[in-house]
Protein backbone atom coordinates (compact mmCIF):
# COMPACT_ATOMS: atom_id res chain seq x y z
CA UNK A 1 0.00 0.00 0.00
CA UNK A 2 1.33 3.51 -1.03
CA UNK A 3 0.37 6.70 1.16
CA UNK A 4 0.72 10.17 -0.15
CA UNK A 5 1.74 12.37 2.76
CA UNK A 6 2.04 15.60 0.68
CA UNK A 7 -1.37 16.85 2.52
CA UNK A 8 0.20 16.63 5.46
CA UNK A 9 2.83 18.97 5.29
CA UNK A 10 0.53 22.10 3.63
CA UNK A 11 0.96 24.79 5.31
CA UNK A 12 -1.34 26.63 7.32
CA UNK A 13 -1.91 29.84 5.77
CA UNK A 14 -4.46 31.75 3.64
CA UNK A 15 -1.40 32.31 0.41
CA UNK A 16 0.15 29.58 -1.67
CA UNK A 17 3.73 29.68 -0.23
CA UNK A 18 7.47 28.30 -1.38
CA UNK A 19 6.97 25.40 1.15
CA UNK A 20 3.79 24.06 -0.69
CA UNK A 21 5.76 23.03 -3.59
CA UNK A 22 8.25 21.31 -2.42
CA UNK A 23 7.34 18.31 -4.26
CA UNK A 24 8.39 20.08 -7.29
CA UNK A 25 6.28 22.57 -10.42
CA UNK A 26 2.89 22.95 -10.21
CA UNK A 27 0.88 24.13 -13.31
CA UNK A 28 -1.92 26.38 -12.37
CA UNK A 29 -5.26 27.96 -13.71
CA UNK A 30 -5.98 31.82 -12.33
CA UNK A 31 -9.53 31.84 -11.63
CA UNK A 32 -9.68 35.82 -10.53
CA UNK A 33 -7.90 38.39 -9.37
CA UNK A 34 -8.42 40.64 -6.19
CA UNK A 35 -6.80 44.19 -4.93
CA UNK A 36 -4.65 42.68 -1.90
CA UNK A 37 -2.96 44.64 0.71
CA UNK A 38 -0.36 48.05 0.73
CA UNK A 39 2.31 44.67 1.12
CA UNK A 40 1.06 42.34 -1.10
CA UNK A 41 -0.69 44.39 -3.44
CA UNK A 42 -2.47 41.18 -5.83
CA UNK A 43 -3.95 38.19 -4.72
CA UNK A 44 -4.55 35.54 -7.91
CA UNK A 45 -6.87 32.85 -6.90
CA UNK A 46 -6.01 29.32 -8.46
CA UNK A 47 -8.04 26.67 -9.38
CA UNK A 48 -5.95 24.09 -7.67
CA UNK A 49 -5.31 25.94 -4.37
CA UNK A 50 -8.81 27.04 -3.68
CA UNK A 51 -9.45 29.40 -0.63
CA UNK A 52 -5.63 30.22 -0.64
CA UNK A 53 -4.04 32.83 -2.94
CA UNK A 54 -1.03 33.52 -4.77
CA UNK A 55 0.33 36.93 -3.58
CA UNK A 56 3.39 36.93 -6.17
CA UNK A 57 6.25 38.97 -4.80
CA UNK A 58 7.44 42.46 -7.04
CA UNK A 59 9.91 40.59 -9.35
CA UNK A 60 7.03 37.74 -10.33
CA UNK A 61 4.32 40.84 -10.44
CA UNK A 62 6.43 42.30 -13.23
CA UNK A 63 7.42 39.12 -15.01
CA UNK A 64 3.54 38.84 -15.03
CA UNK A 65 3.08 41.78 -16.80
CA UNK A 66 5.49 41.98 -19.08
CA UNK A 67 4.14 38.80 -20.38
CA UNK A 68 -0.06 39.53 -19.86
CA UNK A 69 0.04 43.09 -19.60
CA UNK A 70 -1.16 45.01 -16.37
CA UNK A 71 -5.16 44.62 -17.07
CA UNK A 72 -5.37 41.37 -14.61
CA UNK A 73 -9.53 41.07 -15.50
CA UNK A 74 -7.92 39.23 -18.83
CA UNK A 75 -6.16 36.72 -17.02
CA UNK A 76 -9.04 34.66 -15.41
CA UNK A 77 -8.21 31.20 -17.18
CA UNK A 78 -4.38 32.17 -17.92
CA UNK A 79 -2.40 29.46 -16.52
CA UNK A 80 1.28 29.38 -14.81
CA UNK A 81 3.78 26.74 -13.76
CA UNK A 82 4.68 28.04 -10.34
CA UNK A 83 8.10 26.72 -8.37
CA UNK A 84 9.79 26.67 -5.30
CA UNK A 85 12.61 28.97 -5.42
CA UNK A 86 15.65 28.50 -2.49
CA UNK A 87 18.01 31.49 -3.96
CA UNK A 88 14.88 33.69 -2.98
CA UNK A 89 16.27 36.39 -0.74
CA UNK A 90 14.62 38.74 1.75
CA UNK A 91 16.20 40.98 3.52
CA UNK A 92 19.84 39.90 1.99
CA UNK A 93 18.80 35.92 3.37
CA UNK A 94 17.90 32.68 1.01
CA UNK A 95 14.84 32.16 2.42
CA UNK A 96 13.12 30.76 -0.69
CA UNK A 97 9.72 31.98 -2.55
CA UNK A 98 7.59 31.22 -5.36
CA UNK A 99 8.78 31.70 -9.43
CA UNK A 100 7.36 31.13 -12.29
CA UNK A 101 8.56 29.19 -15.03
CA UNK A 102 6.05 28.66 -17.37
CA UNK A 103 3.15 30.86 -18.68
CA UNK A 104 0.26 30.35 -21.12
CA UNK A 105 -0.61 32.90 -23.80
CA UNK A 106 3.04 34.00 -24.40
CA UNK A 107 4.05 32.34 -27.89
CA UNK A 108 8.08 32.16 -27.09
CA UNK A 109 10.38 32.28 -24.38
CA UNK A 110 10.11 35.75 -22.45
CA UNK A 111 13.08 37.09 -20.99
CA UNK A 112 12.98 40.14 -18.26
CA UNK A 113 16.10 42.11 -16.77
CA UNK A 114 14.71 42.88 -13.97
CA UNK A 115 16.36 44.43 -10.68
CA UNK A 116 16.89 42.04 -7.71
CA UNK A 117 18.90 44.25 -5.14
CA UNK A 118 20.52 47.87 -5.32
CA UNK A 119 22.81 48.05 -8.54
CA UNK A 120 22.08 44.63 -9.61
CA UNK A 121 20.35 43.09 -12.16
CA UNK A 122 18.95 39.66 -13.05
CA UNK A 123 17.47 38.16 -16.17
CA UNK A 124 14.47 36.20 -15.72
CA UNK A 125 12.96 34.14 -18.44
CA UNK A 126 9.45 32.27 -18.76
CA UNK A 127 8.89 29.46 -21.14
CA UNK A 128 5.22 29.49 -23.18
CA UNK A 129 3.14 26.83 -21.33
CA UNK A 130 0.90 25.12 -24.45
CA UNK A 131 -2.88 24.94 -23.83
CA UNK A 132 -3.94 20.91 -24.13
CA UNK A 133 -7.71 20.53 -24.33
CA UNK A 134 -10.01 18.87 -25.88
CA UNK A 135 -12.35 21.02 -28.00
CA UNK A 136 -14.97 18.42 -28.31
CA UNK A 137 -14.77 18.09 -24.37
CA UNK A 138 -14.83 21.82 -24.19
CA UNK A 139 -18.01 22.68 -26.53
CA UNK A 140 -19.74 19.72 -24.41
CA UNK A 141 -18.78 21.50 -21.49
CA UNK A 142 -19.96 25.14 -22.78
CA UNK A 143 -23.46 23.44 -23.40
CA UNK A 144 -23.73 22.10 -19.87
CA UNK A 145 -22.97 24.84 -18.37
CA UNK A 146 -25.15 27.05 -20.10
CA UNK A 147 -27.79 24.79 -20.10
CA UNK A 148 -27.65 24.53 -16.14
CA UNK A 149 -30.77 25.46 -14.66
CA UNK A 150 -29.72 25.32 -10.58
CA UNK A 151 -26.40 25.74 -8.76
CA UNK A 152 -26.68 21.99 -8.29
CA UNK A 153 -26.74 21.33 -11.40
CA UNK A 154 -24.07 24.13 -12.46
CA UNK A 155 -22.30 22.12 -10.00
CA UNK A 156 -22.26 18.67 -11.71
CA UNK A 157 -21.94 20.55 -15.09
CA UNK A 158 -18.72 21.96 -13.66
CA UNK A 159 -17.15 18.47 -12.40
CA UNK A 160 -18.33 16.87 -15.43
CA UNK A 161 -16.05 19.36 -17.42
CA UNK A 162 -13.26 18.24 -14.97
CA UNK A 163 -13.85 14.75 -15.14
CA UNK A 164 -13.44 15.28 -19.56
CA UNK A 165 -10.21 17.63 -19.13
CA UNK A 166 -12.13 20.98 -20.01
CA UNK A 167 -12.50 22.75 -16.47
CA UNK A 168 -9.42 24.64 -16.91
CA UNK A 169 -10.44 26.31 -20.39
CA UNK A 170 -10.77 30.09 -20.01
CA UNK A 171 -14.10 29.55 -21.65
CA UNK A 172 -15.10 27.54 -19.45
CA UNK A 173 -14.24 29.28 -16.30
CA UNK A 174 -15.74 31.99 -17.36
CA UNK A 175 -19.52 30.25 -18.82
CA UNK A 176 -19.31 28.81 -15.38
CA UNK A 177 -18.50 32.38 -13.38
CA UNK A 178 -21.80 33.96 -15.37
CA UNK A 179 -24.32 31.36 -14.78
CA UNK A 180 -23.47 31.24 -11.54
CA UNK A 181 -24.17 34.76 -11.25
CA UNK A 182 -27.03 34.66 -13.50
CA UNK A 183 -28.72 31.44 -11.23
CA UNK A 184 -27.61 33.19 -7.74
Known amino acids: MTV ?18 IGGPVTVTVTGVEKGTAEQPIFIHLAEFEGRTFRPAKTVRRIIV ?3 GPEAATYTGRRLTIYNDPTVKWAGQEIGGVRISHMSHIDKPLSVLLSVSR ?3 QEFTVQPLKPEFDESAVVDALANINGAESIPALKTAWELAGVKGAQKHPDVIEATN ?3 AELT
Not at 15 to 20: F, G, I, L, S, T
Open 4 to 21: NISETITPNSQQVNAEDL
Open 178 to 180: KRK
Open 66 to 68: AAW
Open 119 to 121: GKR
